[in-house]
């Protein structure tokens, strides 16, 4: 018995050795990912993005639980061409939070920690192009890249990876296949040259060519010394309703760089204080830190004001000392740039004439002007300047240029707003509730979710506090319903007012009027309106200098600006009797006609003569949702018909 039990174990032994030599099955195999394209088949840029680590973090949360997450995105250059600035999409998709980034910045112009996860470009720094390996005989520290990256994902529990959907290469010219899974944890592709891609540039060319934007930085290093050079500024506004004033510019030293003196602007805090205390403090035992303006890492500089232009130590610079004002090349070209110059102190260990590295994550604003974000610093062919001595051109030792343009960031309230009105209806239709964003007090006593009341005009010339009182006699008076509590206001800085004056067969005609709620007055201001069916028929502004302005190829812009002496809105003022009067804005008014000759059918009343957008001072304003309607005009003509018809029955009964 014992015997047949052994034989019958051996021949289960010999089975399990056979199985085990034998290979593993088709239908085995197929079940795995399948491989993605390796580095050394690709003969073009190989992007990958890995996944190495993630662990909990506080606080916890079932429902949004924090992880952080480590990955380091690879970019490597197997084409036969440089890539020159290289830039990156990643698309995140977990609400992530970039707390850090090695060998690399955001595109955008974002400092960190970030949120990315709506996805963000990466661009290359300090290392900005990648070489070949044929230049390089195959040197990877030329060629390729490794960006670390460190931050916060949401919900993709270990040993899950939070992987993004795509990673893509941002740079022109190039198309990019959907990336493979290498595992669970790593995504890869190969981009090539796009063969439909027509461009100019030559391959020879040493530097990518200038770039066009709503708003261009130049840096240009003029003068360069082992441990300190000297860099010019110039902010250039490109855009025909495109403003800043009292401009406010920001960056980021990436290389423990510090302001020592300035010329044209000054930065906001003269603070030497982390220089002291700091490495600079360290290495520069020397130094009189007492003259050094600024060691903040990321300072912020404002213009002066015109009384330093002629300053011998702080002016002298074309271009600069206006008050932070740069307006559009439509009003003034030779008030469309500001300019400004800097002695920068380096740290080692870049000490020497050739190591040269711009600030990166440049961000410029105003006080009422277009929201603007910044691209990198891309190195470009270097600046020339005219001597003014009428010798040849001086030229700057290197030169790199910030390319920035008009966004509405998400969540973003508009700076000033717009109203209807017309003269076949005696209401006005408002400016919207909380147009320009509601007070976060939760104490309010009005509705930010009502829908705003129609107005008597000359509730349009008290300040919304004073309007209450107003609205709710019109509402009684019309039938109005309220809502309880009362919409809140618009809480804009300005206001504009667009009536629809007179309608006849061959003409028409509007009033525009521009309200400032704010005590800041606002210099040589301007204004927009974008008529999409009525300006072929614009034929002149009374009060103000207009003018027809062709956007994008399309003539429906009306610009207006104020004629000399009427240039200068005023701020808020008080009333002629401050302790019962209401405060008094500062307003401009003028009347604009139009032809219908060039603009045949056109329905004034039905919308076509109200603007489509409005822009003061390039700040685009919040519009009504409706248009004044003719039901009030015949209902207001049969009062006064029946009125009439009363006074005369009744002169006809005394007679």
């Given at each position: 018995?014992?015997?047949?039990?052994?034989?019958?174990?051996?021949?289960?032994?010999?089975?399990?050795?056979?199985?085990?030599?034998?290979?593993?099955?088709?239908?085995?195999?197929?079940t795995?990912?399948?491989?993605?394209?390796?580095?050394?088949?690709?003969?073009?840029?190989?992007?990958?993005?890995?996944?190495?680590?993630?662990?909990?973090?506080?606080?916890?949360?079932?429902?949004?639980?924090?992880?952080?997450?480590?990955?380091?995105?690879?970019?490597?250059?197997?084409?036969?061409?440089?890539?020159?600035?290289?830039?990156?999409?990643?698309?995140?998709?977990?609400?992530?939070?970039?707390v850090?980034?090695?060998?690399?910045?955001?595109?955008?112009g974002?400092?960190?920690?970030?949120?990315?996860?709506?996805g963000?470009?990466?661009a290359?720094?300090?290392?900005s192009?990648?070489?070949?390996?044929?230049?390089?005989?195959?040197?990877?520290?030329?060629?390729?890249?490794?960006?670390?990256?460190?931050?916060?994902?949401?919900?993709?529990?270990?040993?899950?990876?939070?992987?993004?959907?795509?990673?893509?290469?941002?740079?022109?010219?190039?198309?990019?296949?959907?990336?493979?899974?290498?595992?669970?944890?790593?995504?890869?592709?190969?981009?090539?040259?796009?063969p439909d891609?027509?461009?100019?540039?030559?391959?020879?060319?040493?530097?990518?060519?200038?770039?066009?934007?709503?708003?261009?930085?130049?840096?240009?290093?003029?003068?360069?010394?082992?441990?300190?050079?000297?860099?010019?500024?110039?902010?250039?506004?490109?855009?025909?309703l495109?403003?800043?004033?009292?401009?406010?510019?920001?960056?980021?030293?990436?290389?423990?760089?510090?302001?020592?003196?300035?010329?044209?602007?000054?930065?906001?805090?003269?603070?030497?204080?982390?220089?002291?205390?700091?490495?600079?403090?360290?290495?520069?035992?020397?130094?009189?830190f007492?003259?050094?303006?600024?060691?903040?890492?990321?300072?912020?500089?404002?213009?002066?004001?015109?009384?330093?232009?002629?300053?011998?130590?702080?002016?002298?610079?074309?271009?600069?000392?206006?008050?932070?004002?740069?307006?559009?090349?439509?009003?003034?070209?030779?008030?469309?740039?500001s300019?400004?110059?800097?002695?920068?102190?380096?740290?080692?260990?870049?000490?020497?004439?050739?190591?040269?590295?711009?600030?990166?994550?440049?961000?410029?604003?105003?006080?009422?002007?277009p929201?603007?974000?910044?691209?990198?610093?891309?190195?470009?062919?270097?600046?020339?300047?005219?001597?003014p001595?009428?010798?040849?051109?001086?030229?700057?030792?290197?030169?790199?240029?910030?390319?920035?343009?008009?966004?509405?960031?998400?969540?973003?309230?508009?700076?000033c707003?717009?109203?209807?009105s017309?003269?076949?209806?005696?209401?006005?239709?408002?400016?919207?509730?909380?147009?320009?964003?509601?007070?976060?007090?939760t104490?309010?006593?009005?509705?930010?979710?009502?829908?705003?009341?129609?107005?008597?005009?000359?509730?349009l010339?008290?300040?919304?506090?004073?309007?209450?009182?107003?609205?709710?006699?019109w509402?009684?008076?019309?039938?109005?319903?309220?809502?309880?509590?009362?919409?809140?206001?618009?809480?804009?800085?300005?206001?504009?007012?667009?009536?629809?004056?007179?309608?006849?067969?061959?003409?028409?005609s509007?009033?525009?009027?521009?309200?400032?709620?704010?005590?800041?007055?606002?210099?040589d201001?301007?204004?927009?309106?974008?008529?999409?069916?009525?300006?072929?028929?614009f034929?002149?502004?009374y009060?103000?200098?207009?003018?027809?302005?062709?956007?994008?190829?399309?003539?429906?812009?009306?610009?207006?600006?104020?004629?000399?002496?009427?240039?200068?809105?005023?701020?808020?003022?008080?009333?002629?009797?401050p302790?019962?009067?209401?405060?008094?804005?500062?307003k401009?008014?003028?009347?604009?006609?139009?032809?219908?000759?060039?603009?045949?059918g056109?329905?004034?009343?039905?919308?076509?003569?109200?603007?489509?957008?409005?822009?003061?001072?390039?700040e685009?304003?919040?519009?009504?949702?409706?248009?004044?309607?003719?039901?009030?005009?015949?209902?207001?003509?049969?009062?006064?018909?029946?009125?009439?018809?009363?006074?005369?029955?009744?002169?006809?009964?005394?007679?």
């Amino acid at each position: 018995m014992a015997f047949k039990y052994y034989n019958l174990l051996l021949l289960i032994l010999k089975l399990s050795l056979i199985l085990t030599l034998l290979p593993f099955s088709s239908s085995q195999s197929t079940t795995e990912e399948a491989p993605a394209p390796a580095a050394d088949s690709c003969n073009g840029i190989f992007l990958s993005y890995a996944y190495s680590s993630g662990t909990k973090i506080k606080p916890t949360n079932r429902t949004h639980q924090p992880y952080r997450f480590e990955s380091v995105l690879t970019v490597l250059n197997n084409g036969d061409e440089k890539l020159k600035s290289w830039r990156v999409f990643v698309g995140f998709k977990n609400d992530e939070l970039l707390v850090s980034a090695s060998n690399a910045v955001l595109a955008d112009g974002s400092s960190f920690p970030a949120n990315v996860g709506n996805g963000t470009i990466f661009a290359g720094f300090p290392m900005s192009d990648l070489d070949t390996a044929i230049d390089t005989a195959g040197d990877l520290t030329q060629m390729q890249v490794q960006v670390k990256l460190v931050g916060t994902q949401f919900g993709v529990a270990p040993p899950n990876a939070p992987l993004p959907d795509t990673i893509q290469l941002a740079n022109d010219g190039f198309v990019c296949p959907k990336p493979t899974l290498q595992g669970k944890n790593e995504m890869q592709v190969c981009c090539t040259k796009d063969p439909d891609f027509k461009t100019n540039i030559t391959v020879d060319e040493e530097f990518l060519p200038r770039q066009s934007g709503d708003l261009t930085i130049m840096y240009d290093v003029t003068r360069t010394y082992d441990s300190s050079y000297w860099a010019q500024v110039t902010i250039a506004n490109h855009n025909p309703l495109g403003r800043l004033d009292n401009w406010k510019l920001s960056f980021d030293w990436m290389r423990d760089e510090f302001i020592y003196s300035m010329k044209g602007a000054y930065p906001n805090v003269v603070d030497s204080t982390d220089c002291i205390f700091g490495p600079q403090g360290t290495y520069y035992r020397e130094l009189d830190f007492g003259n050094v303006l600024n060691c903040e890492r990321r300072p912020t500089i404002i213009d002066l004001p015109p009384t330093k232009a002629n300053d011998t130590t702080l002016g002298l610079i074309p271009k600069c000392c206006r008050n932070g004002t740069i307006l559009p090349p439509t009003m003034d070209p030779s008030k469309s740039s500001s300019v400004f110059q800097m002695q920068v102190f380096k740290m080692p260990p870049d000490l020497n004439r050739s190591e040269l590295s711009p600030p990166q994550n440049w961000k410029i604003n105003g006080t009422l002007n277009p929201d603007y974000k910044c691209g990198p610093p891309v190195r470009v062919s270097p600046s020339q300047f005219p001597d003014p001595s009428g010798l040849p051109n001086t030229t700057a030792v290197a030169s790199w240029q910030v390319v920035c343009n008009i966004t509405q960031p998400k969540g973003a309230s508009p700076k000033c707003c717009v109203s209807f009105s017309a003269y076949y209806n005696d209401s006005v239709v408002p400016c919207r509730t909380c147009a320009c964003g509601c007070p976060s007090n939760t104490a309010r006593t009005c509705s930010a979710n009502a829908s705003a009341v129609l107005l008597p005009p000359e509730a349009l010339l008290v300040p919304f506090e004073n309007r209450t009182a107003m609205a709710r006699a019109w509402a009684d008076l019309k039938h109005y319903p309220l809502s309880n509590p009362m919409p809140c206001g618009d809480n804009c800085g300005v206001s504009i007012n667009w009536h629809v004056v007179t309608d006849y067969n061959r003409g028409w005609s509007a009033r525009i009027t521009i309200f400032n709620w704010d005590e800041t007055a606002f210099p040589d201001w301007f204004a927009a309106v974008q008529l999409d069916k009525a300006t072929p028929g614009f034929q002149k502004t009374y009060s103000f200098n207009g003018s027809a302005l062709e956007l994008n190829g399309v003539n429906n812009t009306i610009f207006m600006q104020g004629l000399p002496g009427l240039n200068y809105i005023v701020g808020e003022t008080d009333g002629a009797n401050p302790q019962k009067d209401p405060r008094v804005p500062g307003k401009q008014q003028t009347v604009i006609s139009f032809t219908k000759k060039d603009t045949p059918g056109i329905k004034v009343a039905a919308g076509d003569g109200f603007p489509s957008k409005v822009f003061f001072n390039g700040e685009e304003c919040a519009l009504p949702p409706i248009f004044p309607t003719n039901n009030s005009n015949r209902k207001g003509s049969t009062t006064v018909l029946s009125v009439l018809l009363a006074v005369l029955v009744f002169m006809l009964v005394q007679q």
